[in-house]
Nanobody
Framework: EVEVVESGGGLVQAGGSLRLSCAAS????????IGWFRQAPGEEREGVSC????????YYQDSLKGRFTVSTNNAKNTVYLQMNSLKPEDTAVYYC???????????????WGQGTQVTVSS
Protein backbone atom coordinates (compact mmCIF):
# COMPACT_ATOMS: atom_id res chain seq x y z
CA GLU A 1 0.00 0.00 0.00
CA VAL A 2 1.35 3.39 -1.01
CA GLU A 3 1.51 5.81 1.89
CA VAL A 4 3.22 9.02 2.89
CA VAL A 5 3.29 10.26 6.47
CA GLU A 6 4.36 13.71 7.62
CA SER A 7 5.86 14.56 10.97
CA GLY A 8 7.84 17.29 12.65
CA GLY A 9 5.34 20.11 12.88
CA GLY A 10 4.92 22.22 15.97
CA LEU A 11 4.93 25.67 17.48
CA VAL A 12 7.93 27.91 16.86
CA GLN A 13 8.69 31.58 17.31
CA ALA A 14 9.22 33.84 14.33
CA GLY A 15 12.78 33.53 13.09
CA GLY A 16 13.02 29.92 14.23
CA SER A 17 13.38 26.70 12.28
CA LEU A 18 11.59 23.41 11.87
CA ARG A 19 12.33 20.29 9.88
CA LEU A 20 9.42 18.31 8.54
CA SER A 21 9.71 14.70 7.45
CA CYS A 22 7.78 12.81 4.82
CA ALA A 23 8.21 9.07 5.22
CA ALA A 24 7.19 7.03 2.20
CA SER A 25 6.13 3.41 2.22
CA UNK A 26 4.91 1.06 -0.46
CA UNK A 27 7.17 2.70 -3.02
CA UNK A 28 10.66 4.14 -3.32
CA UNK A 29 11.65 7.71 -4.00
CA UNK A 30 12.71 6.58 -7.47
CA UNK A 31 9.10 5.70 -8.29
CA UNK A 32 7.40 8.98 -7.49
CA UNK A 33 8.20 12.62 -7.00
CA ILE A 34 7.36 14.14 -3.62
CA GLY A 35 5.62 17.47 -3.37
CA TRP A 36 5.23 19.60 -0.27
CA PHE A 37 2.10 21.70 0.01
CA ARG A 38 0.65 23.91 2.71
CA GLN A 39 -2.76 25.20 3.55
CA ALA A 40 -3.39 28.13 5.82
CA PRO A 41 -6.82 28.66 7.42
CA GLY A 42 -9.27 29.96 4.85
CA GLU A 43 -6.75 29.66 2.04
CA GLU A 44 -6.23 27.34 -0.90
CA ARG A 45 -3.64 24.60 -0.61
CA GLU A 46 -0.48 25.85 -2.28
CA GLY A 47 2.61 24.14 -3.57
CA VAL A 48 5.82 24.62 -1.63
CA SER A 49 8.27 22.37 -3.44
CA CYS A 50 8.60 19.29 -5.58
CA UNK A 51 11.48 16.82 -5.52
CA UNK A 52 12.49 14.20 -8.01
CA UNK A 53 15.04 11.91 -6.36
CA UNK A 54 15.70 10.26 -9.71
CA UNK A 55 16.55 13.54 -11.40
CA UNK A 56 18.23 14.95 -8.30
CA UNK A 57 16.12 18.06 -8.69
CA UNK A 58 13.96 20.14 -6.38
CA TYR A 59 11.72 22.97 -7.47
CA TYR A 60 10.68 25.63 -4.99
CA GLN A 61 7.93 28.17 -4.89
CA ASP A 62 9.76 31.39 -5.76
CA SER A 63 8.75 33.22 -2.60
CA LEU A 64 10.24 30.48 -0.39
CA LYS A 65 13.60 30.06 -2.06
CA GLY A 66 16.43 30.66 0.34
CA ARG A 67 14.41 29.86 3.45
CA PHE A 68 13.10 26.37 2.66
CA THR A 69 15.35 23.49 1.62
CA VAL A 70 14.46 19.92 0.71
CA SER A 71 16.73 16.96 1.26
CA THR A 72 16.27 13.23 0.82
CA ASN A 73 17.46 10.09 2.55
CA ASN A 74 16.95 7.25 0.11
CA ALA A 75 17.96 4.65 2.68
CA LYS A 76 15.13 5.82 4.92
CA ASN A 77 12.81 6.54 2.00
CA THR A 78 12.21 9.95 3.54
CA VAL A 79 12.09 13.50 2.24
CA TYR A 80 12.78 16.42 4.58
CA LEU A 81 11.65 20.02 4.40
CA GLN A 82 13.97 22.30 6.35
CA MET A 83 12.28 25.60 7.09
CA ASN A 84 14.38 28.48 8.38
CA SER A 85 13.66 32.10 9.30
CA LEU A 86 10.04 31.19 9.79
CA LYS A 87 7.41 33.90 9.67
CA PRO A 88 3.88 34.01 11.09
CA GLU A 89 2.56 33.81 7.53
CA ASP A 90 4.19 30.37 7.22
CA THR A 91 1.58 29.08 9.67
CA ALA A 92 -0.32 26.29 7.93
CA VAL A 93 -0.92 22.58 7.74
CA TYR A 94 1.90 21.12 5.71
CA TYR A 95 1.30 18.10 3.52
CA CYS A 96 3.48 15.88 1.44
CA UNK A 97 2.16 14.03 -1.56
CA UNK A 98 3.39 11.60 -4.19
CA UNK A 99 2.93 11.83 -7.93
CA UNK A 100 4.53 10.67 -11.15
CA UNK A 101 5.64 14.18 -12.19
CA UNK A 102 6.36 17.49 -10.54
CA UNK A 103 3.52 19.96 -10.42
CA UNK A 104 2.13 22.59 -8.09
CA UNK A 105 -1.37 21.52 -9.07
CA UNK A 106 -2.58 19.64 -6.03
CA UNK A 107 -5.28 17.88 -8.05
CA UNK A 108 -2.61 15.97 -9.96
CA UNK A 109 -1.17 14.26 -6.89
CA UNK A 110 -2.19 10.70 -6.24
CA UNK A 111 -1.24 10.04 -2.64
CA TRP A 112 -1.46 12.41 0.32
CA GLY A 113 -0.42 12.37 3.92
CA GLN A 114 -2.60 13.56 6.77
CA GLY A 115 -0.68 16.79 7.24
CA THR A 116 1.28 18.27 10.11
CA GLN A 117 0.52 21.62 11.75
CA VAL A 118 3.14 24.34 11.75
CA THR A 119 2.40 27.40 13.86
CA VAL A 120 4.75 30.38 13.91
CA SER A 121 4.15 32.89 16.67
CA SER A 122 5.11 36.54 16.37
Amino acid sequence: EVEVVESGGGLVQAGGSLRLSCAASGFTLDDYVIGWFRQAPGEEREGVSCTSATAGTTYYQDSLKGRFTVSTNNAKNTVYLQMNSLKPEDTAVYYCAANYWCSYNRHEYRYWGQGTQVTVSS
